[in-house]
Structures are given as structure tokens and as C-alpha cells.
């Protein structure tokens, strides 16, 4: 496994995204969710991105109970907090970075993946009823209290990174981004307030901070294994992206044919030739690829048994901006 530096931190260069364990996307049950991350563990990754609002807790908990036998020291868990939900049937989410919401919900988290402290813990989403000097104040003593041993920022702007930069040390960036979206402008159709390869990955080497790319498979469209329609029933999430569905999926399907065509000359998996050009970028951290099976983790770890080169994912490149995908 190649590994990436966080601070401190020698995270592998490929990280287990636990959304898909949450219960939220197709086919997924939480023994082989299990079997996954420890096929992960095996397979030399150690960087595990989780969220509360996945599966409303059920991501952590998960993730909890498969770690529960390893040695703490040797895993790195990121959180985040901000999207706390309701009590109640409905379990509405609300976006919450206040003091007092982040103090329980960090309580919460601990709980549910059974440790004391977490590696990483990132604001999921901007909070625009909350002065993020609050939320800054408010991580800065969970630093102290050895709850969380660093800071990150998620679908944050520049400007709002560096508000909580004076508040607090920021280790890393999450954001949208991969071979096919590289300055996307939405998510699901919530605007992004920042520009991945243009603004924030160039603001992450001017700071020492890491851009942790969230989807870099584009929720599974760079494993080349979509269809060009009927991909997901009603219990998907990824139903809801209106990039993977109806016209605006069609530009990209194509696109990934083209890939295809592209990685199969190179004798190299399609989702490896997506993994590498991340990882060959400086700036850029554990490649937060998700997985809820073991073979998708042994897919995704293998990345390092195949051969790219520079002219490689420069022609993927080339391809990609002929189709002027967002």
C-alpha cells in the first residue's frame, strides 16, 4: 500500500468510505460490511471516513464493531458532525455546528465506534446559522480534551476554511472530486462553494492541508459496470444524483465508454486508472473510495499492482475535457 502524510498521521493512499455500510445503498448487509473492513485492514488500509448521518448512525456503529479487534493505534478514524437528525419517526436532518450540538454529537460518535478519542473529525457541511468562530472554539476544546487529535473541513469555501483556520488548526479538505468531475459546482443538487482542482487544491499546499476526494469513482460510474439506465431502485441513495440519472447521466456514460476503451489498450482496470490519477496529485490525501464488500475492497487496494504512467492519465484527461463534464 502507498501511503499519503496527514500531519502526524501515515494514512494509506486508498481509505474505506463507510457510507454504503450505512444501509442506504443496494445489497448491503452489515456482516459483509464487516468482513469488508477487515479485508481492508488486511489489504494495508488504515483510513476509515465515516459520517453520523450514515444510516443515521448505523455507519459508525458498524464501523465500531469491526475495529473493536484491532489495535487502536493502527487504524485512523474520521468523523464529522453538523448533521445532526430529529428523535422522532422521521429522523430529519438539520445542519447544527453549534457548541453545544458538536459537544453531543461527538459524545454520540464515541459511543457508537467504541473508542475515546478520533483521529480526524470534520465539520460536514457549512452551518450558515452558526458564527464559525463558535465552531471553531468548540473543536479547539475537543483538541484539548483529547476527544479528537485533528480537524478537518468538509464542503467548506475557502473563505469559511480560513475563518475557522483562525480558530483552529485545519489538517485536511474534503470535496467532490474525481476524473470526471474535477470543478464540479454542485453535489445532488446542493451548490459547492468551492472549485476542486481550480481554488481548493492549490489553497491545500499553500496551507500543509490534504484534500480528502469524496466519490472518486463517482459512486461507482469509474468501475465502468453501470448501465446506461436502470442502475438503482428506490432504496438508493445515488437514485437522488441527477448525474447518474436521466439526460444529464448520458455525457457521462459516454465519457466512461471512452475510459474504458482507453484502460483496456493500458491492460489496467478502469476504477485504477480513476484511483491513480488522484493519488498521483501531491495535494491530495486518502482517496476516500467506499466499499461494502470484500472483493470491492480487494478491487480498490489492488490499484497499487497496476502500472500507470503520466502519458496514461494525461490521455484520460484529454478525454474527459472533450466531453466538458462538471
Not at 478514524?77 to 422522532?88: E, F, N, R, Y
Not at 455546528?97 to 460518535?109: N, R
Amino acid at each position: 500500500m502507498m501511503f499519503k502524510q496527514i500531519k502526524e498521521m501515515h494514512a494509506s493512499a486508498v481509505g474505506f468510505g463507510c457510507w454504503a455500510i450505512g444501509g442506504t445503498w443496494n445489497n448491503v448487509a452489515d456482516d459483509e460490511s464487516i468482513r469488508a473492513i477487515k479485508t481492508a485492514i488486511d489489504t494495508g488500509i488504515n483510513f476509515f471516513d465515516v459520517a453520523p448521518v450514515y444510516g443515521k448512525g448505523h455507519a459508525e456503529s458498524i464501523l465500531g464493531r469491526a475495529l473493536q479487534s484491532e489495535q487502536r493505534e493502527s487504524v485512523i478514524i474520521a468523523t464529522k458532525c453538523g448533521l445532526p437528525w430529529s428523535q422522532d419517526e422521521r429522523k430529519k436532518t438539520r445542519k447544527d455546528l453549534s457548541k453545544q450540538s458538536i459537544f453531543k454529537e461527538i459524545d454520540d460518535s464515541l459511543m457508537r465506534l467504541q473508542t475515546d478519542y478520533v483521529d480526524l473529525y470534520q465539520v460536514h457541511w457549512p452551518d450558515p446559522n452558526t458564527p464559525i468562530c463558535e465552531t471553531a472554539e468548540a473543536l479547539a476544546e475537543l483538541k484539548q480534551q483529547g476527544k479528537i487529535r485533528h480537524v478537518g473541513v468538509s464542503n467548506y469555501s475557502l473563505d469559511m476554511s480560513r475563518e475557522m483556520m483562525a480558530g483552529v488548526e485545519v489538517a485536511t479538505f474534503q470535496g467532490l472530486y474525481n476524473l470526471l468531475e474535477q470543478n464540479p459546482d454542485h453535489y445532488h443538487n446542493i451548490p459547492l462553494q468551492y472549485r476542486a482542482r481550480e481554488e481548493a487544491l492549490p489553497f491545500c499546499q499553500q496551507h500543509d492541508m490534504k484534500y480528502l476526494p469524496y466519490s472518486p469513482l463517482m459512486q461507482g460510474l469509474l468501475t465502468g459496470t453501470l448501465n446506461r439506465s436502470g442502475n438503482w431502485d428506490e432504496n438508493d441513495d445515488r437514485r437522488n444524483n441527477p448525474k447518474l440519472n436521466g439526460e444529464a447521466f448520458e455525457p457521462y456514460f459516454n465519457c466512461v465508454e471512452e475510459l474504458k476503451v482507453l484502460a483496456k489498450e493500458a491492460n489496467i482496470p478502469l476504477a485504477h486508472l480513476a484511483i491513480h490519477w488522484l493519488v498521483a496529485q501531491d495535494e491530495v490525501g486518502p482517496v476516500i473510495a467506499g466499499a461494502h464488500t470484500s472483493q470491492q475492497v480487494r478491487d480498490n487496494a489492488a490499484f497499487v499492482q497496476s502500472a500507470s504512467s503520466v502519458e496514461l492519465l494525461k490521455r484520460a484527461e484529454e478525454i474527459v475535457a472533450k466531453w466538458q463534464l462538471q
